[in-house]
């Protein structure tokens, strides 16, 4: 297919009555939108057209895919904001829209109608507004991944993800709550005892770092797994007060590195 012209999406796939994977991705030639007749498909599990040249919206019609399970669109130039039929597909489990052009705020009932996601990717789009704190809902998730968005701010529902493995919120407008403690999220995500990886670069976080992230979740850290703490610490040269917490931020990261070094000798030596 390397050597055809670029041409659109074939509607004509939508006639596939019992199809139940389409796997287009990575071909550059294919452009346009994305035909609505391919709803049609209902008994599609796995949809995957990343990497290609796909423009438009995705249309609402998309929620006729009741069986649909993984849906794989990075990668790609589609626009908009994302359908809500989407967040009413109870069999999905993972979703991957990253490196397009959506853009508006999620639905405040996103995590409502997804009880079966696992893993969401949204990264490298524009997407703004408060993440929804009905993200607690999807009691499954173990990756989040929302970075380079203007999303903000953080929701301490998060804390609810008892599977969640990895949560990477770099680059967006992340602060904590309006009605509570700026970084009272992090102390929230102490209940997520999976959690191994947490990117929080390159947001607006000016305050000092909760000693519960020191005390209680990095002392269950027996197993050796590296976690990944990026703080990025917004100080304001005009208002010299907003740096007061920055010894503390850097006191608590030197004890989670010396925690975890102590860990990692203690595995090499059994290792031995």
Known sequence: MNDNPERNVPEEIGKLANLETLILHGNKQISGTIPKRWFNCASLWDLAMNANDLTG????????????EYLYLQYNSLTGTIPSTLFNMTALRIIVLRSNRFSGRLPSEFGHGLPNLEEIYLWNNQFSGQFPSSISN??????????????GPIPNSLGNLMHLERLNIEDNLFTG???VPELSFLSSLTSCKALTR???AGNPLNRTLPTSIGEEYFADKKDGVSFILGLSVECCVEVPDERNGITQVL???VTIRTQFLATLAK???IGR
């Open 251 to 253: 006191s608590t990261l």
């Open 177 to 179: 709550e309006s009605s």
């Open 138 to 151: 999807c009691s499954k998730l173990t990756i989040v991944e929302l970075s380079t968005n203007s999303f």
């Open 267 to 269: 595995t090499n030596e």
């Open 198 to 200: 947490l990117v929080l």
């Open 57 to 68: 919206t995705i249309p609402s019609e998309i929620g006729e895919l009741r069986n649909l």
